[in-house]
């Protein structure tokens, strides 16, 4: 019987990966980007300044940063720029998987904003979830 590992190994990012990417400003209010999650069923919405190819320029909020603001009571005044994530882990579409599920646990992550190889921009994200259905399936699937 294959180990996960193995079968990250046959797979590659983009193979797990969701090809869109939702956004909003830094200015959007917290619980307009909760709105955004709950109706596109997602974990996080990538931030940023209208200049999506400098990394610099964007970040994420992620369910776990919703959380917090909402554990605090700060909804109301807090904003996407202001609860997003200081560090935004990324990864290439052509990395391995295992690759992948490495760099998530290494900086205690449930998402990874997959960039373009060649721009360096935001094209998907891959969440947890991505990589359990991996693991849940055959081996066969990825040879």
């Known amino acids: 019987m294959p180990t996960s590992t ?29 709105r955004v999650m709950a109706q596109h069923r997602v974990h996080c919405v990538v931030v940023h300044d209208g200049e999506l190819s400098r990394a610099s320029a964007w970040s994420v909020v992620s369910d776990r940063d919703l959380m917090a603001a909402a554990g605090a009571d700060r909804l109301d005044e807090t904003t996407a720029g202001a609860a997003a994530a200081t560090s935004v882990p990324q990864i290439g579409a052509d990395e391995p998987l295992a690759r992948a599920a490495q760099v998530m646990a290494e900086h205690d992550v449930s998402h990874l904003v997959v960039v373009g190889e060649s721009t360096g921009r935001p094209e998907g994200i891959l969440s947890t979830l991505d990589v359990a259905m991996v693991v849940a399936l055959s081996r066969s699937q990825w040879t």
């Open 6 to 34: 193995s079968r990250l190994a046959h797979a590659r990012v983009r193979d797990a990966m969701h090809h869109a990417v939702l956004s909003c400003a830094p200015s959007t209010p917290l619980e307009e980007v909760a």
